[in-house]
């Protein structure tokens, strides 16, 4: 019995953007910390027990478990290409790239340490064991892994050679993932965390206003004194306006509504819950509208004309 296997690829979108599933940038997976400040994140009892993960903090309707040392948003930047260059490639399969241009591509040079940090970041990413679950249309999905399966480095000539598991496609489900627009977020390099946010808010067609609170945990910040991240947060914020033209308004002193402009998709998105929206209250209106009764009125017969009508009213008047 001969046994015939389907390949798997991932969405492709356009070259300017780059896809990121919602189930990961919801949550403090890439937290928005510089790199000197990445932790070990597992749960070990003893030495003679395997590790067990963490919970990432994330947004409500995402749960996520992570062993590992903490990805931050160069380990984004590094992902995000990954799935740039792999999209094409059926899951599963070597997805290959020249190191130099992939390091161009994310914003980096091409020295010594710039090799060193993106070889570092790949081994996280394979490494650190991933264990999320979401829901999308009310459908339960759940991803466990790494977030790439194997890489290999040809040292001379610096060409790269990337896995990633068919159980990827998954986290790009219809309606998972969001297309970043990454000019954009090369605008903010220098600043990790307005790069978090950048890809948290750019999740939402319409942003729903979020405490400081919640942003300070699903930064990956929890540990800082709430008054500097307050601070930093203010900092970052302000390079979305600056940078992005967005528009933050801090409706009371810890809680924060931002205004950006759709995706087109999430554009069309808005429109049809709109139209969806005015159907269901059109619908309710009609059903709660009294019914007006109005009585018949008497029709003469549709056999006899006006002419005949008179005579026969005259007949009777003289019978």
């Not at 033209?245 to 402009?261: D, E, F, K, N």
């Amino acid at each position: 019995m001969n046994i015939v296997r389907t390949s798997v690829q991932l969405p492709i979108w356009p070259d300017r953007v780059r896809g990121g599933p919602n189930a990961l940038l919801r949550t403090a997976l890439f937290a928005g910390v510089p790199s000197r400040y990445r932790k070990i994140l597992e749960h070990r009892p003893s030495a003679a027990v395997e590790p067990e993960g963490v919970v990432v903090a994330s947004q409500d309707g995402i749960t996520m478990l992570y062993t590992g040392t903490q990805l931050n948003q160069y380990d984004a930047d590094v992902f995000f290409e990954v799935l740039q260059r792999a999209r094409r490639t059926p899951l599963g399969e070597a997805a290959s790239f020249a190191g130099a241009d992939f390091l161009r591509a994310i914003g980096r040079g091409d020295s010594k340490r710039d090799y060193e940090d993106l070889d570092m970041s790949l081994r996280r990413l394979t490494r650190g064991l991933v264990d999320v679950k979401w829901r999308i249309q009310n459908r339960p999905l759940a991803y466990t892994g790494g977030l790439i399966a194997e890489f290999v480095r040809e040292t001379d000539s610096r060409l790269y050679r990337i896995h990633l598991s068919p159980g990827m496609k998954s986290l790009f489900e219809p309606s998972s993932f969001t297309m970043l627009e990454w000019e954009e977020r090369k605008r903010l390099l220098r600043n990790p965390l307005a790069q978090w946010l950048h890809s948290y808010y750019s999740t939402h067609a319409k942003p729903f206003n979020v405490s400081v609170g919640f942003l300070q945990k699903t930064t990956g910040q929890e540990a800082a004194r709430p008054r500097d991240f307050a601070r930093a947060l203010r900092v970052a914020l302000g390079l979305l306006e600056r940078e992005l033209g967005w528009s933050v308004v801090w409706t009371t002193p810890t809680l924060i509504q931002v205004v950006r402009t759709p995706s087109d998709a999430q554009a069309r998105h808005l429109e049809v819950r709109r139209a969806r929206k005015k159907l269901v209250g059109d619908t309710a209106s009609a059903a709660r509208r009294p019914k007006v009764l109005t009585a018949k009125k008497e029709r003469p017969p549709s056999s006899v004309d006006a002419p005949e009508l008179a005579s026969l009213n005259l007949a009777k008047l003289f019978r």
